[in-house]
């Protein structure tokens, strides 16, 4: 499948959950479930809007490369354009990625003593520095 395709799927997705949840009709565990898949799309949503504004910023300033008066402006705005979108495109492809169920769990990490008296060895630094590697 296309990427263009599973992006209109996406989009059409998101727009009929909203139809859903504003009509009302919907109420406990449905509403919870369409308000949890609502807000797993939305970011994915924001993405795809922003990808196809600067792919079509970058098409009209394209359809300017023909005017003589215009055409340095839009070499840079070409290149920009460009940019922009590898970004996007990154990201898109990054928010596309599906979900791991354990994400939303919580984690406990324990540390106990072991032979060697690493425990003692083991400074706080290094434990912060641990914790924050994992949240990253």
Same mark, same amino acid.
């Given at each position: 499948?296309? +990427? =263009?395709?599973?992006?209109? @799927?996406? !989009? /059409?997705?998101? *727009?009929?959950?909203? $139809?859903?949840?504003?009509?009302?009709?919907?109420?406990?565990?449905?509403?919870?479930?369409?308000?949890?898949?609502?807000?797993?799309?939305?970011?994915?949503?924001?993405?795809?809007?922003?990808?196809?504004?600067?792919?079509?910023?970058?098409?009209?300033?394209?359809?300017? +490369? =023909?005017?003589?008066?215009? @055409?340095? !402006? /839009?070499?840079? *705005?070409?290149?920009? $354009?460009?940019?922009?979108?590898?970004?996007?495109?990154?990201?898109?492809?990054?928010?596309?990625?599906?979900?791991?169920?354990?994400?939303?769990?919580?984690?406990?990490?324990?540390?106990?003593?072991?032979?060697?008296?690493?425990?003692?060895?083991?400074?706080?630094?290094?434990?912060?520095?641990?914790?924050?590697?994992?949240?990253?």
């Amino acid at each position: 499948m296309a +990427l =263009d395709e599973r992006l209109d @799927r996406i !989009l /059409a997705r998101h *727009e009929e959950i909203a $139809a859903i949840m504003a009509e009302g009709q919907v109420n406990g565990d449905a509403f919870s479930r369409l308000s949890r898949e609502y807000a797993d799309l939305d970011p994915v949503v924001q993405a795809v809007q922003a990808y196809r504004d600067a792919a079509q910023r970058m098409a009209q300033a394209r359809e300017l +490369l =023909d005017d003589p008066e215009m @055409r340095e !402006l /839009a070499e840079i *705005e070409i290149q920009e $354009a460009e940019a922009k979108c590898d970004e996007l495109k990154l990201q898109l492809r990054l928010a596309l990625l599906p979900r791991d169920e354990a994400d939303a769990r919580s984690a406990i990490l324990e540390i106990r003593p072991a032979a060697g008296g690493m425990r003692r060895r083991f400074s706080r630094r290094s434990f912060s520095a641990l914790i924050n590697a994992m949240r990253s």
